[in-house]
């Protein structure tokens, strides 16, 4: 994609993703399609993350 390599392998933000989303779905006890309409912040904070600002 042009940018600088980072040492991470190619697609590794699926995972990080998918890790993210599990985590605030154990939270709420919702369906995936249920939460399309949270904000992210709000799922972030279900992670255990902090928004970014």
Known sequence: MG??????PDH???PVGLR???????VLG?????ST???AEVVLANAGL???R
């Not at 940018?3 to 991470?8: A, E, F, K, T, Y």
């Not at 919702?30 to 249920?34: D, K, R, S, Y």
């Open 3 to 8: 940018q600088p390599p980072v040492g991470l």
């Open 12 to 14: 590794a933000g699926y």
């Open 20 to 26: 993210i989303v599990d985590a605030h779905l154990a």
């Open 30 to 34: 919702l369906t995936a399609a249920e």
């Open 37 to 39: 309409a949270v904000p």
């Open 50 to 52: 902090p928004a970014a």
